[in-house]
């Protein structure tokens, strides 16, 4: 299978010494198909072309590449997209990753390790050349975040781990090839880039990350020192914090409010996630509350990026890297729903992802903001017809505001499935409500429409995701042990997984 790639650099004089350079290494697979010389005209031509992968040039007139690969994003969220530029600032790196390049390499790469990086890209992985690898980890060094043992730290608390340095070393010594472009390896790339964005933002984080910085007045300051702002939704905000009295990173999730009822819902998910214990399931160390209204639930500090962040960086997984994480977060489902608990908010950025070396993968479910258990009482808290949830990921009875069971979570599940393979949710609308309509209305579309030569989907895997997506709660699986089950039977070598036994 020919490799199609889009050129896109403004000087004829570098566009042709690239082509030179691809032709010297006799890849008689690798055929670029389309030149442009601004981004502007890259993003023009895109859609008609649909490249494997595009070689981006990052400053150009009329539209910079950060531009253009933005805009190619919107078109085709599963472009592959490999910067080929000048420019190694640490800045320039994570603006590129940020918007979901797939590479970043300089111009001057040897032509060997460019054909490489073509093909690491189109697999689904991450690239990057040598020397911004040490010039990332020069960065990290300065900053004191190189695994405990291997230098005292001065920054904000952040450190790469073994894996993270063994990724980085291979990296730097220009032995890619040593690496798969497995999700593995990306998971790994990924969490470095996450860390050098952190000690980016520089001291400034720490002096802003924590929640005063929002005007809120905390007296945990003996017990908790805030480094980064990890996200923000509509009830609560997480950090990054130390314990102060062990060193130890966690996440710290934070509701301020004089709403009784988030209150209550804030002080049901700690409850809630008190009871659980389960290795895909984020666990709780404790919940503290204070005087001014403001309350505090301290987590296990997940040492990866979500699925959702995987997703924006690279698209789509091949099926042999997406069933091992379904299955954990199926176990995790089983455990829940057997433990009475419903999530009602399963998605991709509610799914961390880490991995400890190249043979493993390990996911966990988060936030328990809207979960709901067999209390009664505390679920008098979710008034009757009142819709909660993410527009994207919710179960048709969800939308219309009806009393829900886990087979809402097991339709937020394939809707999470769906987009694994795809790079993109089942439905998709202009606004919030257009997309519930789409989901109580509209058939699932099926991902027969969306395989491509590298993603294969086999049949039984299409054949369980539609079923989880069917619009009638009763045509679904009636309980996610049967979701499992069906999981399970699929995990098959790779070489049959186009469907033949």
Not at 1 to 29: F, H, P, Y
Request: proline content about 4%; hydrophobic content about 40%; overall charge negative.
């Amino acid at each position: 299978m020919t490799l199609r790639v889009m050129l896109v650099e403004d000087q004829s004089l570098i566009r042709m010494g690239i082509e030179m350079a691809l032709s010297s290494q006799n890849e008689t697979e690798i055929e670029i198909v389309s030149k442009a010389e601004n981004g502007l005209l890259a993003v023009q031509s895109y859609a008609s072309e649909r490249p494997d992968v595009v070689l981006m040039d990052m400053v150009m007139p009329v539209m910079d590449g950060l531009t253009a690969t933005r805009k190619i994003k919107e078109i085709d969220r599963n472009a592959k997209i490999i910067f080929l530029t000048s420019n190694s600032a640490i800045e320039d790196i994570l603006a590129a990753f940020a918007l979901g390049a797939n590479g970043y390499c300089m111009k001057d790469i040897e032509p060997h390790a460019l054909v490489e990086s073509l093909k690491t890209a189109y697999d689904g992985g991450l690239c990057v050349d040598s020397r911004i690898a040490a010039s990332i980890l020069d960065y990290v060094t300065a900053r004191g975040a190189l695994p405990k043992g291997e230098g005292e730290t001065t920054g904000n608390g952040t450190r790469l781990n073994e894996r993270d340095m063994e990724v980085l070393q291979l990296l730097i010594d220009g032995l890619a090839s040593e690496l798969s472009s497995s999700i593995n390896t990306k998971l790994t790339v990924l969490n470095i880039l996450n860390k050098v964005v952190v000690l980016n933002d520089g001291p400034e984080v720490r002096k802003n990350a924590g929640p005063d910085s929002n005007g809120l007045q905390v007296d945990i300051s003996d017990k908790l020192e805030f480094i980064e702002m990890l996200g923000a939704g509509g009830m609560s905000t997480v950090f990054k914090a130390r314990q102060k009295h062990s060193g130890r990173m966690v996440a710290v999730k934070i509701m301020q409010s004089t709403d009784s009822g988030l209150w209550q819902r804030f002080i049901r998910e700690a409850r809630i996630m008190s009871t659980l214990s389960h290795p895909s399931i984020v666990a709780i160390d404790e919940l503290i509350t204070d005087g001014d209204g403001t309350a505090y639930i301290v987590m296990a500090l997940v040492d990866g990026p979500t699925l959702s962040g995987i997703l924006e960086c690279g698209g789509a997984m091949i099926e042999q890297e997406a069933v091992p994480i379904f299955l954990q977060c199926a176990h995790a489902l089983v455990y829940l729903h057997e433990s009475g608990v419903i999530h009602r908010d399963i998605k991709p950025s509610n799914i961390i992802v880490y991995c400890e070396n190249e043979e493993t993968i390990f996911a966990k479910i988060a936030d328990f903001g809207i979960a709901k258990n067999n209390d009664a009482v505390e679920n008098r808290l979710t008034m009757a017809g009142e819709i909660v949830g993410s527009p994207l990921y919710m179960s048709p009875e969800q939308c219309r505001g009806e009393d829900l069971d886990e087979r809402s979570d097991i339709y937020s599940f394939g809707c999470v499935m769906f987009e694994v393979l795809c790079g993109f949710p089942p439905f998709v609308g202009s606004n919030y409500f257009e997309t519930m309509t789409m989901h109580v209305n509209q058939p699932a579309p099926l991902l027969d429409e969306y395989e491509t030569p590298r993603r294969k989907i086999s049949p039984k895997l299409k054949q369980i995701v539609a079923k989880c997506l069917e619009k009638l709660p009763e045509d679904r699986f009636q309980n996610s042990r049967q979701l499992l089950t069906e999981l399970e039977a699929i995990r098959m070598p790779a070489a049959t997984i186009d469907g033949s036994q």
